[in-house]
């Protein structure tokens, strides 16, 4: 594996979530076009299967780093232990879990809020801080349609995730006018681990490379917030204008 001590820094991309299928499918895509990848997830070994995959691939400097979003005490070491600060900085970790269980289970919620609101929030904004130091940057966090209507098949998870995209808008309005771009992503339904099992209708379910794209371009056009098959804004749109008195009867 290369190491990335001398990779630009602007086009340095850290991907929070090294091994997620989103995740894996966006790091190939920025060394794709040249991007340097620093990889930071729980399982290093998995980490470094795929740090050599898009070195063999791509021939881009690759690393890879420990990080566990439920750690938040180690936030501010890992972020200064990087081999230099990156340009870009995704956040894809999340965890689905179970809504039944979270129901009954006070430590199993915790663990949904924990690891779709608190870390991810807390270790981008920690990351803004020092790219409003830089005076450069773009924060990309990749959130969900689920976040956009509280609803009883996964509302604990749906509403962690509201809480992310009510804090990258807020950290967007902070960091606006001052170099740093904060880019919100909601997937839809995606073919991955995290959804494996899952009927999911074809016509609105993604591939982990779609969304992957969308992720780059989201970077490039310095989008906001990006739904990644559009035919989601319009679903979204019309299940939050459903009145809450109609809502609450609904099976959706
Ligand atoms: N798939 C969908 O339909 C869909 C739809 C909307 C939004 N999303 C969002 O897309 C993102 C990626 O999900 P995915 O579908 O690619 O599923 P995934 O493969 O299950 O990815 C989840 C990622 O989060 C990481 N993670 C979980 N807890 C962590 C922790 N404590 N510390 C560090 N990393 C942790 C996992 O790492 P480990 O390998 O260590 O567990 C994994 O890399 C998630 O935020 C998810 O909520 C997915």
């Given at each position: 594996m290369m190491n990335s001590t001398t990779a630009r820094t602007d086009k340095t991309l850290l991907l929070l979530g090294g091994t997620s299928d989103i995740g894996r499918a966006t790091a190939k895509a920025f060394a794709a076009r040249g991007w340097s990848v620093q990889l930071a997830g729980r399982d290093l070994d998995a980490l470094g299967r795929e740090a050599a995959d898009i070195v063999a691939r791509h021939g881009v400097p690759v690393t890879t780093h420990a990080f566990d979003v439920?750690?938040?005490?180690?936030f501010a070491a890992f972020a200064d232990g990087l081999p230099c600060l990156p340009g870009v900085v995704v956040s894809v970790v999340g965890r689905l879990g179970q809504q039944a269980l979270a129901e009954t289970d006070l430590d199993h919620a915790t663990l949904i809020m924990r690891s779709n609101y608190e870390g991810p929030t807390l270790i981008l904004g920690l990351f803004a801080t020092r790219f409003l130091a830089r005076g450069t940057g773009t924060i990309v966090g990749v959130s969900s349609v689920a976040g956009d209507r509280g609803r009883a098949s996964n509302y604990v998870y749906g509403s962690a995730k509201a809480g992310l995209t009510a804090f990258l808008s807020g950290l967007r309005n902070r960091t606006a006018k001052r170099g740093v771009h904060v880019v919100t992503v909601k997937p839809g339904f995606v073919e991955t681990a995290m959804t494996r099992g899952m009927p999911l209708p074809k016509p609105v379910t993604a591939e982990p490379q779609e969304v992957a794209d969308a992720i780059v371009a989201a970077v490039e056009r310095a989008r906001d917030v990006i739904y990644v098959r559009r035919i989601w804004r319009v679903i979204m749109l019309c299940i939050r204008h459903i009145p809450e008195a109609l809502f609450k009867r609904m099976k959706i």
């Open positions: 439920l750690d938040t005490a180690a």
